[in-house]
């Protein structure tokens, strides 16, 4: 009897423990912070090596409206930013619409603000006056290309950016998936960093095709000033959401207004709006929601799809 009142308290005694474990960590995950320095973190939407020195001066800016040292990082891609953001290594990310998505389902990410830029007219694919909220991917081949229309494109190579890329890779993907075209299994992906990359790559004849956003031969204009002639589109997604600014889930609301004020602040000044636009072709930002972002989560199923 002794022996069975011993092992009942020490059953007991784990069933506390864990439970008081249990509480403990739920306690922890409500709990919020407020960074005494901020780590940012950038995925690269050109050559990494240029958007990095770009990227600093934000530091100074950031820091000088937040009171607090800021430190600004370059990712490799936009898992490796919300695998940081999970691990607490990064207090804010610069995420795709769809890097956005991955982060918040995994509880790494909050949306706070989302990127304003010009929208882009055609066919010369030059910048509107108009700011807009989303934007377009295209498919850019070279002129005189056999491929005509994206139903060509079977068989052929295309240069791709990462998977969870909207425009480098989940829109067109999706959509084609939808009429009929298996891209992943149906054609050759290669995949390169930076959207600049994958234009010189049809340019040079290197890839058939690019997905790229629109109009991202805009990038490498000024090293191939032709490149509106020799590297055309041939088909348009719908419009995709903007880049996000996303934050820590468990950072305080508080500081997030702080935040979010900060970076609107500087995209309404005349040398926060052009360092923006130097670093991510943002114009500036407003807030926004989860639930824009349905979209996203909608193409990113079809994408699953095609690997089935």
């Not at 990095?52 to 800016?61: D, F, H, I, V």
Request: proline share 5%.
């Amino acid at each position: 009897m002794k022996k069975i009142k011993k092992f009942l308290v020490i059953g007991l005694a784990v069933m506390l423990t864990l439970v008081a474990s249990a509480c403990s960590k739920k306690t922890d995950s409500k709990k919020t912070y407020t960074p005494k320095v901020l780590n940012v973190q950038f995925v690269p939407s050109q050559a990494a090596d240029k958007l990095e020195g770009r990227a600093k001066p934000l530091e100074e800016m950031l820091s000088k409206k937040l009171g607090i040292p800021v430190h600004v990082t370059m990712s490799t891609d936009y898992t490796t930013v919300v695998e940081a953001m999970k691990s607490k290594k990064v207090d804010v990310g610069f995420l795709p619409p769809d890097g956005y998505v991955l982060g918040h389902k995994q509880g790494a990410a909050d949306i706070l603000l989302q990127a304003e830029r010009y929208g882009v007219q055609q066919p010369n694919g030059m910048p509107s006056k108009k700011f807009v909220k989303s934007y377009r991917a295209e498919i850019l081949v070279k002129k005189g290309s056999k491929i005509k229309s994206w139903k060509d494109l079977k068989g052929k190579s295309i240069s791709v950016q990462n998977p969870t890329s909207s425009s480098g890779y989940v829109f067109p993907v999706a959509e084609l998936y939808e009429k009929g075209l298996n891209v992943p299994k149906e054609c050759k992906l290669v995949t390169v960093t930076g959207h600049d990359q994958a234009v010189l790559n049809v340019l040079n004849g290197d890839t058939d095709a690019a997905f790229v956003f629109e109009d991202a031969r805009n990038n490498v204009k000024a090293d191939e000033p032709d490149i509106m002639k020799k590297v055309v589109p041939i088909y348009f997604t719908k419009p995709i959401p903007n880049d996000t600014i996303c934050v820590q889930p468990n950072m305080s609301k508080k500081f997030r207004k702080k935040l979010a004020k900060a970076f609107i602040e500087i995209g309404e000044s005349k040398k926060g709006r052009a360092l923006l636009e130097s670093i991510y072709g943002h114009e500036g930002y407003v807030i926004a929601k989860n639930s824009d972002f349905n979209v996203v989560r909608k193409y990113d199923k079809l994408v699953d799809e095609t690997q089935q």
